[in-house]
Structures are given as C-alpha cells and as structure tokens.
C-alpha cells in the first residue's frame, strides 16, 4: 500500500527514481486485480463447479432409489465411521449389517449394507440406496451440499488467484530492486577508482 501511495505522492517529487515510480504502478495494478480479477474468477468458477455438480446431482438421483432392508443379523464388523464427501463433510457413525431388500424390479436382493440407524436388531426396517439394478450404493448428492462444493470451489480459487498476483507482484519487485542494484555497482565501478583524487573532477 505504501507503494501504492507513491504513485500520488512522487508524481512530482524531484528526488523521485523511475524505479519508484514503476514498483508503485505494479503495486497498484497487483491490488486491481485483486479487488477485481481475483473475485471475478472465483465467481466463474464457483458457477461452473455448481452447473457441472447439479447434473451430477440429477444423474445420481435418476440412478439411485432409497429402498427400504429388513434387517438379518448384525454385520462382524463393528460400527466404523465413514465420511461420504459427497453427502456431507462430517464424519457420521454408521452400522455394518446383513440385510435383504427388493429390487426396482421385485427380485429378492441379500448383501452387507451400511445405515445410519440406530435400531439394528434382526427385524429392524433400515433405510438403504440401490442402483437401478438393485445394487447398494451411495446416497446421492443433495442440492444444498453441491452448493457448498461449488462456493468453495470458487473460494479457492480466489484465494489462489490471490496468492498468485501477490507472488507475481513480489518477483517483480525483486528483480527491479536487483536490477537497481546492478546499475548501482557498475556506476560505482566507473567512478569508484577515481574518488577524492586531484584533477579528477571529484
């Protein structure tokens, strides 16, 4: 910001370097594009992530129906956790257990399912998600944990859009200072054998 503030405040300072005219420039557009760019392109592609996770959405829902198991007989595994990035971030508690079902199209289906309910004791109703072929899978992605994806998504990469300006910014500055530096010495060089000495004008 401070070189920013250069930009007005060397305009017409007579002890002004060209060098600090130019950082201040390249300090004031790395900030545009930050207020600006940045946020732009994260709305683009917070957008994009939504529009491509809501067809994922209503494919998933169109693939996989909720089923209603009965249940045989607890599973050998113990209750594990199992987070689903899909459905939600957190991680929930969920039951191993044996359990039969029907199938969209009415033929008997037996396998090792997961469920979230409490009761699973032989007998117990739990609720599962087939495929159309009557297979378990995974719950399918709600609209409000897209949305989530997506506004992350899009915050990310403001943040990295971000992050790039400033390392960009901050390489340019460097090699003007180092460059400033180089013509330091080499003036110096050239004047440097001939300090103090009579006749030399200095």
């Known amino acids: 910001m401070r070189a920013v503030a250069g930009v007005w405040r060397w305009r017409r300072n007579p002890l002004r370097r060209a060098t600090d005219r130019r ?4 300090a004031l557009v790395a900030l545009l594009l930050m207020v600006a760019a940045a946020p732009a392109l994260g709305w683009v592609c917070g957008s994009l992530t939504d529009d491509a996770l809501q067809k994922s959405v209503r494919v998933q829902q169109a693939r996989r129906h909720a089923t209603t198991a009965v249940v045989l007989h607890r599973a050998p595994e113990a209750p594990h956790f199992v987070t689903d990035p899909e459905v939600s971030s ?8 044996v359990a039969r079902w029907k199938a969209p199209d009415g033929t008997d289906r037996r396998g090792t399912v997961t469920t979230l309910s409490r009761r699973t004791g032989p007998g117990a109703e739990v609720e599962i998600w087939t495929d159309l072929d009557g297979r378990p899978a995974l719950r399918p992605m709600d609209v409000p944990t897209a949305h989530t994806h997506a506004a992350l998504a899009g915050f990310g990469a403001m943040l990295l859009a971000v992050g790039l300006i400033e390392g960009s910014r901050r390489l340019i500055v460097w090699r003007m200072v180092r460059g400033r530096y180089i013509r330091i010495d080499r003036a110096w060089a050239q004047a440097g054998p001939d300090w ?3 006749g030399t004008g200095s």
């Open 23 to 26: 950082e201040a420039w390249v």
């Open 90 to 97: 957190e991680r929930t508690p969920q039951t191993l257990v």
């Open 196 to 198: 103090g000495r009579t």
